[in-house]
């Protein structure tokens, strides 16, 4: 890619910023809009309401919004969010500080050596037809003393970066403590999962479960919860409140006549109202016989209550039985967290699932190589001329040539990309986890994974390795592969940068999907729906992406720094954008407390490694075999601390210590009323009464029993 290609691409998408963060401005103003741009005061019922006289100030953009992100500090924003939230912005500020050392270095350093090469011919008199090639460490000479610099750099760089990651585990660690100490007493707390639960002969589960518990845990054993196959029962209360919902909405109308519609093509008209009414009464009755046979679909787990914290972290950890397949327990999630259809699947079938999880990710991977191969002949005129040669003349033209192979590739990759999260949503819970957390997170590391072969390595060598399998098995020439690969692809990478970075969290500012949705809706009913629920943020997206971008910088911080001032320039803007949208959009569903971080810690860590590597390559190619062998313990040193963290850190992440659980314990007030509550928050919420209204008069009973 030549230098006009990219200042074309990045021309196109900071236009589109500058346009996004107008419209924002401007449509966020909108009382009208409340329920898009501000959610969370809608729900608070803060927003400010309708007026119908005119405000010429509405329609004028300003930044102020830039400033009510700014202000508030990471206590208030821990005050107004979760733990996962400020854990999540903490990894802007970590991007921040690792590509702000490494751009002053890269760019002030390094990049002058690089463009002052002469390895590749240059033609200083015509700069905007240059290739960006010559910004890169490929443009240094071979043997030059100039690749001793590149050589500490990178020395230099790792002790930095591993310094702000020891800092930064340690912060959030210490974070992950005081937030369990400052919090009220939470049921997952005090609650274990037990599964695996083995029926005494002549005995129900919830007599076992209550024998059992009784007897060995006799102090501190509260109450339990049996866990029971409801899947079916969860539809039909879904459809019954659908159809709920539904006859609430036309009973709504003003006008008459909207509750009447045709009866089939020439049918008589008939009144909905009675249809949806009927419907309603049909599905009470399939709830009531679903909710009567219940007992017999009981399944081998329940949630075991405790009388404080540190029982329940003792059943967690010790084994309960004899069999260690029996009496299986496990930290409960937050009720609102429970995944409850995980239940209704045997473990045969979960396990058959988990491999179905790995046949389906395997595939998946290998179908993106279509859009990457697109992808790639897209970056290349030659090759795309040669596909398509009736397009020769078109492709000549500067203005298509620039924007073809400059901005559509990133745009398409990103296109494509956009469609992967919510298929790996689908795959992770289908694994078998008990919380939709645990859902996320697995989604969170899957897409990550796809993320790193599909956009970097398949980029990087396509061409090459996929064609030529035979070196990817022979380990001694991985880094020279990589080392003449790489380089290559950092103009690819730097547009890619700016359009699924800068152009993505700008459109995140202004939520064009919602924004048409909210309006459609107003177009066709007259007004917005009513009824709303606060979206929460899609972790297992958004962190991908951002720790993607740190790979990216990491490993190109050698190679190519001229892609650091571009992606110091996306941290910022994510860092404001998503500091507002957790303000004023995004309302947390269940609380992990940091859990997302220990992915984080190995991303970079792997970030490191691959650089290490791809340096080992580069000092080889580049005639400096001295230079090459003492890289060679830069990334043991690596993993070493990554071991040393992993041993420190970690078990903070997994469960807390003993210090923390009794001090905790000690320091609660009364509990009565506590354990009252505690005894029923895990009940399946489809066993819940649910109360369906069709008048004022009749249909008042709950589907559901309220003694169940």
């Not at 006289?53 to 400033?67: Q, Y």
């Not at 327990?329 to 995944?339: G, K, Y």
């Not at 790193?452 to 399998?469: D, H, K, M, P």
Request: with cysteine.
């Amino acid at each position: 890619m030549i230098l006009s290609a990219l200042l074309t691409s990045v021309g196109i998408n900071l236009g589109l910023c500058l346009l996004f963060f107008t419209l924002y401005s401007i449509l966020r103003k909108q009382p009208s809009n409340a329920k898009v741009y501000a959610p969370r005061s809608v729900a608070a019922k803060e927003a400010p309401t309708e007026t119908n006289g005119f405000d010429f100030d509405r329609l004028l953009p300003t930044a102020g919004w830039v400033r009510r992100a700014w202000q508030p500090s990471e206590d208030q924003l821990l005050s107004v969010t979760s733990l996962d939230a400020v854990v999540f912005m903490r990894i802007f500020i970590f991007s921040l500080r690792v590509f702000g050392f490494g751009g002053i270095i890269g760019v002030f350093v390094l990049l002058p050596i690089n463009f002052l090469g002469t390895q590749l011919e240059v033609d200083f008199s015509d700069l905007p037809n240059k290739s960006l090639d010559s910004f890169s460490i490929s443009n240094v000479d071979d043997g030059s003393n100039w690749l001793w610099v590149h050589f500490c750099a990178s020395y230099i760089f790792s002790a930095v970066v591993c310094y702000l990651l020891y800092n930064e585990y340690s912060y959030i660690s210490s974070r992950r403590i005081a937030h369990f100490y400052s919090s009220k007493p939470q049921p997952n707390q005090f609650t274990v999962l037990v599964r695996g639960i083995p029926v005494l002969s002549g005995s129900s589960c919830s007599e076992t479960v209550d024998k059992f518990f009784t007897e060995y845990y006799s102090s501190t054993y509260l109450s339990h919860s049996l866990v029971r196959r409801t899947s079916k029962l969860q539809r039909l209360t879904s459809d019954a409140d659908k159809v709920y919902r539904t006859l609430a909405r036309l009973k709504s109308e003003k006008d008459p006549q909207q509750r009447f519609k045709r009866d089939g093509l020439f049918g008589r008209k008939v009144d909905v109202l009675d249809h949806y009414g009927k419907k309603l009464d049909d599905l009470d009755d399939n709830v009531r016989l679903e909710q009567s046979s219940l007992a017999g679909k009981e399944v081998s787990a329940a949630f075991v209550s405790f009388k404080s914290r540190l029982a329940a972290a003792i059943a967690v950890h010790i084994q309960q039985g004899t069999n260690p397949t029996e009496w299986v327990t496990e930290s409960a999630p937050e009720p609102q967290d429970v995944h409850w259809p995980f239940f209704s699947s045997s473990f045969i079938k979960r396990w058959v699932f988990k491999l179905v999880v790995v046949v389906a990710c395997a595939a998946l991977t290998i179908l993106f190589l279509i859009p990457v191969a697109i992808v790639q002949g897209l970056a290349n005129l030659a090759q795309l001329e040669t596909w398509f040669p009736f397009l020769t003349s078109i492709l000549k033209l500067t203005v298509v040539s620039e924007v073809i192979t400059g901005y559509l590739p990133s745009l398409i990759l990103q296109l494509f990309l956009s469609f992967v999260p919510p298929i790996m949503i689908v795959l992770s819970s289908m694994e078998g986890y008990i919380s939709f957390s645990q859902i996320q997170k697995g989604a969170c590391t899957k897409m990550l994974w796809f993320t790193i072969w599909n956009i970097f390595f398949a980029n990087v060598l396509s061409g090459t390795a996929l064609y030529r399998v035979d070196i990817l098995l022979e380990p001694k020439k991985i880094p020279g592969l990589l080392a003449d690969a790489v380089p290559a692809q950092a103009s690819f990478f730097i547009a890619y940068v700016v359009t699924s970075g800068w152009t993505s969290v700008s459109s995140e500012l202004f939520r064009m999907t919602p924004l048409i949705f909210s309006m459609i809706k107003r177009l066709f009913s007259g007004k917005d729906s009513d009824e709303f629920e606060v979206p929460s943020i899609s972790y297992h997206s958004e962190i991908p992406r951002i720790l993607f971008f740190g790979v990216l910088g990491i490993t190109y911080f050698l190679l190519a720094p001229l892609i650091l001032p571009f992606l110091l320039v996306y941290c910022c803007m994510g860092y404001l954008i998503y500091r507002n949208q957790l303000l004023n959009v995004y309302a947390p569903k269940y609380e992990t407390g940091g859990k997302f971080w220990p992915i984080v810690h190995y991303s970079t860590i792997f970030s490191l490694v691959l650089m290490h590597i791809i340096a080992i390559g580069i000092f080889g190619i580049k005639k400096l075999p001295l230079a090459s062998s003492l890289m060679i313990p830069l990334p043991i040193l690596t993993l070493l601390f990554n071991e040393y963290c992993r041993k420190r850190f970690l078990p903070i992440f997994k469960s807390y210590p003993v210090e923390c659980l009794v001090r905790k314990d000690q320091s609660d007030p009364s509990m009565d009323a506590f354990y009252d509550k505690l005894s029923t928050a895990y009940e399946d919420p489809a066993l819940m009464p649910i109360r369906h209204r069709r008048s004022t008069d009749d249909h008042n009973s709950p589907l559901l029993p309220a003694e169940v």
